[in-house]
């Protein structure tokens, strides 16, 4: 007994030195991925400011440092940069809505069915081909620049990426699934939102991710080439002004709203992932 005592006595800091060494190794890794990631924008920021510091190059074409920070305070103070943001957040809204949903239907089509491969892949694979603001010019003849332009070309930013990826995942549901719906005698509603639906979801998440990314991408830009309002017309109007440190902000927004978006779908895709996996 007294053996068995000492030996647990031996156990259990042996098991908390293990522990302990395996956080001390998972802040150590988080540490370094938090520098790695850094790094790149330290870097940036710190020839950004000795360029401006020296002179290196004129003010009115690379604003200082603090410069750009007190535009940014202004405009959110004067509630600019929130009216230009609510403004593109929702457009990109309506047009995700329309353009994912559109988009998943029509890969779930073109997925499951042969024929209707067979006759629309060819021609929705030649469109997919022209990006979303190749449309533009003749998108502007045939709507003007008012809404419905920038929510079209958002919703065929999503459209694309979203039935792609839809149209993978539904050909990928694994056979023992139609197997057991088959010796189940599942009816279809069943078949779909039970065994196809969940088989399906880490490719539309997939889908749902690519998709933001473009119609975050086509948003800028085409509220820079055809907008009276947005985070892509504050940029321009900056520049009509030669105010670039208006352009840095607004480049520095939308950078930091894109990876920030990135980062959480990504995370939400891996959650999926993951989620679809411990159940399987």
Known sequence: MAAFEAQSDNVIPAASATGSARRGTRWQTL????????AGPAAILSAWWISATFGWVSPQVLPSPPWVLQTFLDLIASGDILAAGVVSFQRIAEGFFIGASLGFLFGLLIGRSAT???????SFRALAAVPSLGWLPILILLLGIDE??????????????????????????PVRLSEVADVLGLRPRTRFF???LPAMAPFVASGVRLS????????IVVEML????????MMVWGR????LDIVIVGMIVVGSVGFLLDLLLRRAEAMVRNGLGANG
């Not at 540490?31 to 850094?38: E, I, K, M, S, Y």
């Open 31 to 38: 540490a370094v991925n938090v520098v790695l990631l850094l």
């Open 116 to 122: 209707a491969e067979a006759y629309l892949g060819p």
């Open 148 to 173: 419905s332009l920038k929510i079209v070309i958002l919703a065929k930013a999503c459209f694309v990426p979203m039935a792609i990826s839809t149209a993978e995942g539904a050909r990928n549901i």
């Open 194 to 196: 039970k065994l196809a």
């Open 212 to 219: 933001l990314s473009q119609a975050f991408v086509s948003l």
């Open 226 to 233: 055809a907008g009276t309002d947005g985070l892509g017309y």
């Open 240 to 243: 009509t002004l030669f105010q």
